[in-house]
């Protein structure tokens, strides 16, 4: 299975790379080249160099050639230069990548453990008050990411001071491995957290409801009471087995958070990629663009990947069977 | 409509209800809208009053005639979107499930590979490698939307369709000797429509999301009033920071409740799919009418019905279990 799995990665990594080569050329009225052009005078002659060839190198020669040209710069790890910022862009990715990482992994580990708990109480407990959430979360699941944060980022943090306001850290800290300025991130990080925690968490509680109300009819669960097993047990039992599924959505959901996650870093002036993916769409600096799509797309597949392994560390079916 | 009973639990009916409401604001939004969105002949900030419900922008636009008028933009595209993007999940899905063998690998894993990668990230670097003129145009942007859009129905509609493939009716058509596209669009087709509208509602939510996010950042022309814009000005202009409220937040709550109004109305469908979800539909008062307990427990998932059962026992209502 995981073997298929890889397979089906490396060539989505692959889809990726070669859309990343032929939008541009797809385009109307060639943007790339028209870019280059704009370019003459403001950047070095070096520099202008390696962006031509982070996009295949001169538009004289041949498609494939050109393709060649993209895909050996690609393996060096030349992404280009930004034409804003003035740097390579694998050294500017490789400065907002762990923001990005830290921030939307962290709020994904929380709100799908938090929403799964969350779902096997309301599927066992169907048909009480409790499904009264179920309406108020759907409508926090509608609400777009960024509105959210704005919102949050409006009440809690410029009106009642509970959090700071924009950044990642107080301007006060030195950047470091002590004490002081990991508690100082993680102080900053609160409500970007809560905000992503709080528009993701329905879609988990949702799906771990309904699996948890098909389960409870199962035969293992009836034996399970007849045991006489203590109540607690006996969710543990049926939630076990209901939670497969949502691991096995994790890979289709991870696509969909990262992308709302992106621009509450925007509202909050997170130092991530999503931040760096705005300044990039709004300067047209393509090569910058290219990369950040680049990077997303691999570290969402690798996330993908450990979803698949964890999944075949629960469920021993997929161990014998050849089952997706 | 006979294929579709949606129960009618509240939760359905409240979110037929929203939807209703929002698609009559696209038809007669722009005519009700009581200044030109654009016209910037008001003082600049003003707070909501009578004159202007909403108060007015920075530059002096009425708030409440954009919001009405950015309906019909939103929806719009929202609407093209899902249509397109379920025409090509139901083209792909449906076949790939029917067909099975190597078309079914095939394009099976082109789908698999359109769910893997991150949509929005792409929708991104379409939209800015495309001419601004091209921005402006909804049709484009629902297009582009429905690409990134199509993949999670088309699994959805195979799997079906594979589980149906199989069935007794099925086989029996095949067996009369039922050509292969009736059997396709008179046998199957009908039991995928509660799958199919379900992934329809599911793919124009993502396209609202999708759609205004890229008119949030910046990526659809400005020109064209929508909620996204609305959003993209109002940050602009820092509105958030500065607590003018009434020009962020009315379009943020007309997404989310467009966004509820659908996701109820799916439920509806899921629980039309999966009867045993739908217990959880049925009111405490009509539970107490029924004579049903409270709470159904575990062991039994039972089907509940509503509808008064035949009177053959004195029974008040039948409880089947499955």
Same mark, same amino acid.
């Given at each position: 299975?995981?073997?298929?799995?890889?397979?089906?990665?490396?060539?989505?990594?692959?889809?990726?790379?070669?859309?990343?080569?032929?939008?541009?050329?797809?385009?109307?009225?060639?943007?790339?080249?028209?870019?280059?052009?704009?370019?003459?005078?403001?950047?070095?002659?070096?520099?202008?160099?390696?962006?031509?060839?982070?996009?295949?190198?001169?538009?004289?020669?041949?498609?494939?050639?050109?393709?060649?040209?993209?895909?050996?710069?690609?393996?060096?790890?030349?992404?280009?230069?930004?034409?804003?910022?003035?740097?390579?862009?694998?050294?500017?990715?490789?400065?907002?990548?762990?923001?990005?990482?830290?921030?939307?992994?962290?709020?994904?580990?929380?709100?799908?453990?938090?929403?799964?708990?969350?779902?096997?109480?309301?599927?066992?407990?169907?048909?009480?008050?409790?499904?009264?959430?179920?309406?108020?979360?759907?409508?926090?699941?509608?609400?777009?990411?960024?509105?959210?944060?704005?919102?949050?980022?409006?009440?809690?943090?410029?009106?009642?001071?509970?959090?700071?306001?924009?950044?990642?850290?107080?301007?006060?800290?030195?950047?470091?491995?002590?004490?002081?300025?990991?508690?100082?991130?993680?102080?900053?990080?609160?409500?970007?957290?809560?905000?992503?925690?709080?528009?993701?968490?329905?879609?988990?509680?949702?799906?771990?409801?309904?699996?948890?109300?098909?389960?409870?009819?199962?035969?293992?669960?009836?034996?399970?009471?007849?045991?006489?097993?203590?109540?607690?047990?006996?969710?543990?039992?049926?939630?076990?087995?209901?939670?497969?599924?949502?691991?096995?959505?994790?890979?289709?959901?991870?696509?969909?958070?990262?992308?709302?996650?992106?621009?509450?870093?925007?509202?909050?002036?997170?130092?991530?990629?999503?931040?760096?993916?705005?300044?990039?769409?709004?300067?047209?600096?393509?090569?910058?663009?290219?990369?950040?799509?680049?990077?997303?797309?691999?570290?969402?597949?690798?996330?993908?990947?450990?979803?698949?392994?964890?999944?075949?560390?629960?469920?021993?079916?997929?161990?014998?069977?050849?089952?997706? | 409509?006979?294929?579709?009973?949606?129960?009618?639990?509240?939760?359905?009916?409240?979110?037929?209800?929203?939807?209703?409401?929002?698609?009559?604001?696209?038809?007669?939004?722009?005519?009700?809208?009581?200044?030109?969105?654009?016209?910037?002949?008001?003082?600049?900030?003003?707070?909501?009053?009578?004159?202007?419900?909403?108060?007015?922008?920075? /530059?002096?636009?009425? &708030?409440? =005639?954009? !919001?009405? *008028?950015?309906? $019909?933009?939103?929806?719009? @595209?929202?609407?093209?979107?899902?249509?397109?993007?379920?025409?090509?999940?139901?083209?792909?899905?449906?076949?790939?499930?029917?067909?099975?063998?190597?078309?079914?690998?095939?394009?099976?894993?082109?789908?698999?590979?359109?769910?893997?990668?991150?949509?929005?990230? /792409?929708?991104?670097? &379409?939209? =800015?490698? !495309?001419? *601004?003129?091209? $921005?402006?145009?909804?049709? @484009?942007?629902?297009?582009?939307?429905?690409?990134?859009?199509?993949?999670?129905?088309?699994?959805?509609?195979?799997?079906?369709?594979?589980?149906?493939?199989?069935?007794?009716?099925?086989?029996?058509?095949?067996?009369?000797?039922?050509?292969?596209?009736?059997?396709?669009?008179?046998?199957?087709?009908?039991?995928? !429509?509660? *799958?199919?509208?379900?992934?329809?509602?599911?793919?124009?939510?993502?396209?609202?999301?999708?759609?205004?996010?890229?008119?949030?950042?910046?990526?659809?022309?400005?020109?064209?009033?929508?909620?996204?814009?609305?959003?993209?000005?109002?940050?602009?202009?820092?509105?958030?920071?500065?607590?003018?409220?009434?020009?962020?937040?009315?379009?943020?709550?007309?997404?989310?409740? *467009?966004?509820?109004?659908?996701?109820?109305?799916?439920?509806?469908?899921?629980?039309?799919?999966?009867?045993?979800?739908?217990?959880?539909?049925?009111?405490?008062?009509?539970?107490?009418?029924?004579?049903?307990?409270?709470?159904?427990?575990?062991?039994?998932?039972?089907?509940?019905?509503?509808?008064?059962?035949?009177?053959?026992?004195?029974?008040?209502?039948?409880?089947?279990?499955?």
């Amino acid at each position: 299975m995981i073997g298929r799995r890889l397979s089906l990665y490396a060539l989505t990594a692959w889809v990726a790379i070669t859309v990343n080569f032929l939008l541009p050329r797809l385009m109307p009225g060639n943007p790339v080249q028209t870019m280059i052009g704009k370019l003459t005078g403001q950047v070095t002659p070096a520099e202008m160099n390696a962006i031509q060839l982070s996009f295949g190198g001169s538009f004289k020669h041949g498609l494939f050639s050109q393709y060649i040209t993209y895909l050996t710069q690609l393996l060096h790890g030349n992404f280009g230069v930004s034409i804003t910022l003035g740097a390579p862009v694998g050294a500017i990715l490789r400065e907002s990548v762990p923001w990005t990482v830290g921030l939307i992994g962290f709020s994904t580990i929380i709100s799908f453990a938090v929403g799964t708990f969350a779902g096997a109480l309301l599927g066992w407990t169907r048909g009480s008050r409790l499904d009264s959430l179920i309406p108020a979360a759907t409508f926090f699941q509608a609400i777009p990411y960024f509105f959210l944060g704005t919102v949050m980022l409006l009440v809690f943090a410029s009106n009642l001071h509970w959090f700071p306001v924009l950044g990642a850290y107080s301007q006060n800290v030195t950047p470091g491995w002590n004490w002081a300025f990991v508690g100082n991130v993680i102080r900053y990080g609160e409500l970007p957290v809560i905000s992503i925690v709080l528009s993701s968490i329905a879609g988990w509680m949702l799906g771990m409801r309904n699996m948890m109300i098909t389960m409870v009819g199962e035969d293992f669960v009836l034996m399970a009471v007849a045991k006489g097993l203590p109540r607690r047990k006996v969710i543990m039992h049926a939630a076990r087995n209901a939670v497969l599924p949502s691991i096995a959505n994790l890979s289709l959901a991870i696509g969909l958070v990262v992308s709302g996650a992106l621009l509450v870093e925007l509202v909050f002036n997170y130092p991530g990629v999503g931040d760096l993916l705005l300044q990039a769409v709004l300067n047209e600096d393509y090569p910058l663009i290219q990369g950040i799509f680049l990077v997303i797309t691999l570290t969402v597949l690798c996330a993908n990947l450990i979803a698949d392994v964890v999944y075949l560390a629960l469920d021993p079916r997929t161990r014998t069977e050849a089952a997706v | 409509m006979k294929i579709l009973r949606l129960p009618k639990s509240p939760k359905v009916l409240l979110g037929l209800g929203i939807v209703g409401f929002f698609i009559l604001l696209t038809i007669i939004g722009p005519w009700l809208a009581p200044y030109s969105p654009s016209a910037t002949n008001f003082a600049a900030n003003l707070t909501p009053s009578a004159h202007h419900w909403l108060g007015t922008t920075s /530059l002096g636009q009425d &708030i409440y =005639s954009q !919001l009405l *008028v950015g309906a $019909r933009a939103t929806m719009v @595209v929202a609407l093209v979107a899902g249509l397109v993007a379920t025409v090509l999940s139901v083209t792909i899905g449906v076949a790939a499930g029917y067909l099975g063998g190597l078309p079914d690998d095939g394009l099976s894993l082109l789908s698999n590979v359109f769910l893997a990668i991150p949509g929005l990230p /792409l929708l991104i670097v &379409i939209d =800015s490698y !495309l001419p *601004v003129n091209s $921005r402006s145009n909804s049709f @484009v942007i629902g297009l582009i939307i429905s690409l990134t859009g199509w993949a999670w129905g088309a699994r959805v509609l195979r799997a079906q369709t594979m589980s149906l493939r199989n069935r007794d009716f099925v086989e029996a058509a095949r067996i009369i000797g039922e050509k292969r596209h009736r059997i396709m669009f008179t046998e199957i087709a009908p039991n995928l !429509l509660p *799958v199919l509208a379900s992934s329809f509602l599911f793919t124009v939510l993502y396209s609202i999301g999708a759609y205004v996010t890229l008119a949030y950042i910046g990526l659809t022309s400005t020109a064209v009033w929508n909620w996204g814009t609305m959003l993209y000005w109002a940050q602009a202009n820092n509105a958030p920071l500065s607590n003018e409220w009434y020009w962020f937040v009315p379009p943020g709550i007309c997404i989310a409740l *467009v966004g509820t109004g659908l996701a109820l109305v799916n439920f509806g469908i899921d629980e039309f799919i999966n009867p045993r979800l739908r217990a959880a539909g049925i009111t405490s008062r009509q539970r107490r009418k029924l004579g049903l307990p409270r709470r159904v427990r575990l062991g039994l998932t039972p089907v509940l019905r509503t509808t008064r059962a035949p009177r053959v026992n004195p029974a008040p209502a039948k409880l089947v279990s499955q």
